[in-house]
């Protein structure tokens, strides 16, 4: 509204639309902890993620304790991860089935084929916070050749720097033949980072590497790094 002495604009008022929404007015964690754990398991598919996180700090903390969570909840986890349309609600029970110890191995190393990028691109961060089976660094290394996901490629670049020197070269080698990773803004440096280490180690196999490179971030590290490893 302008004022008609001063001229100046004190006020700006849209048209009444429709109105907002009220506020979500969630229950304290203290109301949520009464829940059983299929209640609990339930809260997963809730719009709400404070529902979800304190759902999942529940199961987590019943199975910190002898209890074991109920066949039920566990079963609907289990149903959501597997059969779910939406990715979130996948990845949400994902994290708690990890969380409360119900996820093996096995069950990691079956999502590394999963449909969704973001679901291989997890499974490849929970199976790498342990040495991998050798099943698992296998399709690591089918991944970071094959996989079409710059997100796959960069949690298999951060999964590189949490493996033993020797089951890196496989992988390095698939990661660095993405050209189209070249102007990545994490890509390249990740890469180099879990790469940096094999050079000092394994000279010879670092100029193998360095042939099949197509990142020139990653082969000017590799070039630079090779030549100082040989005149120090």
Do not use: C
């Not at 059983?36 to 979800?52: I, S």
């Not at 890196?168 to 790469?195: C, F, K, Q």
């Not at 099949?212 to 971030?217: A, E, G, H, N, S």
């Amino acid at each position: 509204k302008p004022n008609r002495q001063s001229g100046r604009i004190y006020e700006i008022r849209y048209d009444a639309g429709p109105p907002a929404p009220p506020p979500l007015d969630p229950p304290r964690p203290s109301d949520l902890a009464r829940l059983t754990d299929l209640e609990l398991a339930q809260l997963h598919l809730h719009r709400n993620d404070y529902f979800v996180r304190h759902a999942r700090r529940l199961l987590q903390e019943r199975a910190a304790r002898p209890s074991v969570m109920s066949a039920e909840a566990l079963a609907f986890l289990r149903d959501t991860l597997a059969q779910h349309a939406d990715v979130t609600r996948r990845l949400r029970a994902l994290w708690t089935l990890h969380a409360t110890a119900h996820l093996s191995s096995d069950n990691l190393t079956a999502l590394l084929n999963d449909r969704e990028p973001w679901l291989r691109a997890w499974a490849i961060q929970l199976a790498s916070e342990s040495p991998p089976r050798a099943d698992a660094l296998a399709r690591f290394a089918q991944l970071a050749k094959d996989d079409e996901s710059p997100v796959v490629r960069l949690y298999l670049a951060a999964a590189l720097q949490r493996l033993p020197l020797e089951d890196r070269w496989s992988l390095a080698t698939g990661l660095v033949g993405h050209a189209e990773d070249a102007d990545d803004a994490n890509l390249p440096l990740m890469i180099w980072y879990g790469i940096e280490p094999l050079v000092p180690a394994q000279a010879s196999r670092a100029v193998e590497l360095l042939a099949v490179t197509r990142i020139p971030l990653v082969r000017r590290h590799l070039a630079r790094r090779f030549i100082d490893q040989q005149l120090s």
